[in-house]
């Protein structure tokens, strides 16, 4: 009996940037590299693997697909023998994979190789938020001289409280930087474990305690059961009056009705926030134009060194498939 090819499922860019190097990886092994286009041409159902690159998923969001990035995914559901699909992102909770990941195909993530980029942008939107920069781009849009003076000065950063949720290698990574700016730093875990380097950690059932302490609220959790809709108007009510809220996780963690009325009333004092309850942020949000609010459009993570950190963890659990090997990132 001649065993069959291993057919891998890859965009046209990535087999001609890492063709090479996966044939390297597999030797000898019979495999055939199959583009996307090839895939959805040929109505392929035949895929072992696939690699799920950035510029696959292009402007689609998990909410609105392009018709390229939806025939792709048909290609993975028609696949009755595909065993692992990794993917670019660090967050493996768009449908298709919580589909795939159900009927027992592994799913790998990125998570790490855009830590370091979200940690900074996560950075400066706080520092943005504390500085008062939508005020005073508003300003300089309205050819206004406006100095932070009186009533408007900013305070401190140095001695403030920074509640982070989540402690993966983006919240490690925001952490370090609250630390070097002088916050105080409590982190929300899933459970809570004893103080370290003089970082407290709780569980969730702890947010009502620390919230109150919170002069800034940081999420840079996954999207899971037990975080989505976790920050509701009860929990927002919990914050000292005027913090700021930091989002660089999924828009599902916060109740975004809840997030518009406690800017608009106050309870808020601004929000950075990079995701939403639906994506792309529809036309008519209020968040578009609340004027203690700085809206991204999710890309705290674009940087361009982000392609080649995502081909290497590809390409390492290549090498781990092939050799029978535990994958890294695998998403639970």
Same mark, same amino acid.
């Given at each position: ?14 087999? &001609? ?24 041409? *040929? ?7 696939? !690699? ?60 790490? &190789? ?53 402690? *993966? ?31 407290? !950690? ?131």
């Amino acid at each position: 009996m001649v065993d069959l090819p291993l057919r891998i499922l890859l965009s046209q860019q990535a087999l &001609a940037q890492h063709g090479a190097a996966i044939a390297q990886l597999l030797g000898t092994r019979a495999h055939e590299l199959v583009t996307i286009e090839q895939a959805v041409a *040929g109505a392929r159902s035949d895929i072992d693997l696939a !690699f799920i690159s950035r510029d696959v998923t292009g402007l689609s969001t998990k909410h609105e697909l392009t018709p390229g990035l939806q025939a792709c995914y048909e290609v993975l559901r028609r696949s009755a023998g595909l065993r692992w699909v990794h993917i670019h992102s660090a967050g493996a909770d768009r449908d298709i994979y919580v589909e795939l990941r159900a009927r027992g195909v592994s799913v790998t993530t990125s998570s790490g &190789a855009n830590a370091e980029v979200v940690a900074q942008t996560a950075l400066a939107g706080l520092l943005a938020l504390a500085r008062r920069f939508p005020q005073l781009m508003e300003a300089q849009r309205e050819h206004r001289w406006a100095p932070l003076i009186g009533s408007a000065l900013p305070r401190d950063l140095g001695g403030q409280t920074a509640v982070l949720v989540g402690w *993966g290698p983006i919240g490690q990574r925001v952490g370090a930087f609250l630390r070097l700016l002088g916050l105080r730093l409590v982190v929300v875990r899933t459970q809570a474990q004893p103080p370290q380097d003089e970082i407290e !950690f709780v569980g969730v059932g702890d947010l009502p305690a620390v919230l109150p302490r919170a002069d800034w609220l940081l999420l840079a959790c996954p999207l899971t059961p037990q975080t989505r809709g976790l920050f509701d108007a009860r929990a927002l009510a919990m914050l000292p009056r005027g913090a700021g809220l930091i989002n660089v996780a999924r828009g599902e963690v916060v109740v975004e009705a809840d997030l518009i009325a406690a800017l608009r009333a106050g309870q808020l004092g601004g929000a950075f926030l990079d995701v939403y309850e639906h994506e792309p942020l529809p036309v008519a949000s209020p968040l578009w134009d609340l004027p203690n609010v700085i809206a991204m459009p999710h890309s705290a993570g674009h940087s361009d060194g982000n392609a080649a950190r995502v081909a290497t963890l590809f390409l390492d659990n290549l090498g781990r498939w092939c050799a029978g090997q535990a994958l890294r990132n695998l998403a639970r």
